[in-house]
C-alpha cells in the first residue's frame, strides 16, 4: 500500500517565479494538509483540503495557493517566490473524520529559491 | 492552542531507554497527545497517541498522568536508528485544526 508520495523531491527557482508542488495522499484517504519546514525548525501548517476546498489556513500569504483533485490528489502553488520560501514541503493526508491514527506525511520536496 | 514545551536535546546510547517528557499545561478537555517521530529530509512519522493512563505500541510507551499536564515518552532500548527529532503535539483528533508543530527534541543514540 502505497504511502503519500510527493513530486518532484528537488527543485530550484529563481525568485519570482512559480513553482507548483504535486501531492498524492495514501490510499483511502480523503484530506491533504501542506506543511513548511524549514531548516531546524518544525513544520509549519500552511493549509488543508477536503472534498476539494480549502477546509484550514495558517499564516501563510496569498502568494500561497492550492488545489484539490477529484481523486484526492493536491497541489500546493507558491507564487513570485521569495529566498525565505526556501524550506521542505511537506504533504500529510489522513481521514476526513479525523486522525485516530495520525497524519501520514510524504517525504516532502526541497525546494531551494536562488 | 495548548503550547507544548520539550527539551530541545538529549543524548543517550545504545541499549537505554530514553524518556522524553512534554509539558502541555493548558492541554484542552477534548486534546489529544501525539507524538512524531522525524529524520533528516523525511516526513514525520506517526509514533503513538494517547488521552490518559498509559499506551504502549510496538515502537514505544506514552505515559499521561491523571492531570494531563505533562506527558513522557518512553523509547525502550535505543538504537542508532532511533537517533532522530521527536515532536509532541496537542489536540483535538478532529481534522479541521491547525496542527503545527513545536521545534521538537533531537535525540542522538551514541554506540
Known amino acids: 500500500d502505497a504511502g503519500v508520495t510527493q513530486s518532484p523531491t528537488h527543485l530550484i527557482k529563481t525568485r519570482g517565479q512559480q513553482v507548483t508542488l504535486r501531492c498524492s495522499p495514501k490510499s483511502g484517504h480523503d484530506t491533504v494538509s501542506w506543511y513548511q519546514q524549514a531548516l531546524g525548525q518544525g513544520p509549519q501548517f500552511i493549509f488543508q483540503?477536503?472534498?476539494?476546498?480549502?477546509?484550514q489556513r495558517g499564516n501563510f500569504p496569498d502568494r500561497f495557493s492550492g488545489h484539490q483533485f477529484p481523486n484526492y490528489s493536491s497541489e500546493l502553488n507558491v507564487n513570485a517566490l521569495l529566498l525565505g520560501d526556501s524550506a521542505l514541503y511537506l504533504c500529510?493526508?489522513?481521514?476526513?473524520?479525523?486522525?485516530?491514527?495520525?497524519?501520514?506525511f510524504g517525504s516532502g520536496t526541497r525546494l531551494t529559491v536562488v | 492552542l495548548a503550547k507544548t514545551t520539550q527539551p530541545i536535546s538529549m543524548d543517550s546510547y545504545e541499549g537505554q531507554e530514553v524518556n522524553i517528557t512534554c509539558s502541555h499545561n493548558?492541554?484542552?478537555?477534548?486534546?489529544?497527545i501525539t507524538w512524531y517521530q522525524q529524520f533528516p529530509s523525511q516526513g514525520p512519522r506517526f509514533i503513538i497517541q494517547?488521552?490518559?493512563t498509559k499506551v504502549t505500541n510496538e515502537v514505544a510507551s506514552l505515559f499521561i498522568p491523571a492531570d494531563r499536564k505533562s506527558s513522557t515518552l518512553s523509547l525502550p532500548r535505543v538504537s542508532l536508528s532511533d537517533t532522530a527529532v521527536y515532536y509532541c503535539l496537542v489536540a483535538p483528533l478532529s481534522n479541521d485544526y491547525k496542527l503545527s508543530f513545536g521545534a521538537g527534541t533531537t535525540v542522538t543514540v551514541r554506540a
Open positions: 494517547g488521552y490518559k
Open positions: 483540503y477536503y472534498e476539494e476546498e480549502e477546509r
Open positions: 493548558n492541554i484542552a478537555t477534548n486534546d489529544y
Open positions: 500529510a493526508s489522513s481521514e476526513g473524520q479525523g486522525r485516530d491514527y495520525g497524519y501520514t
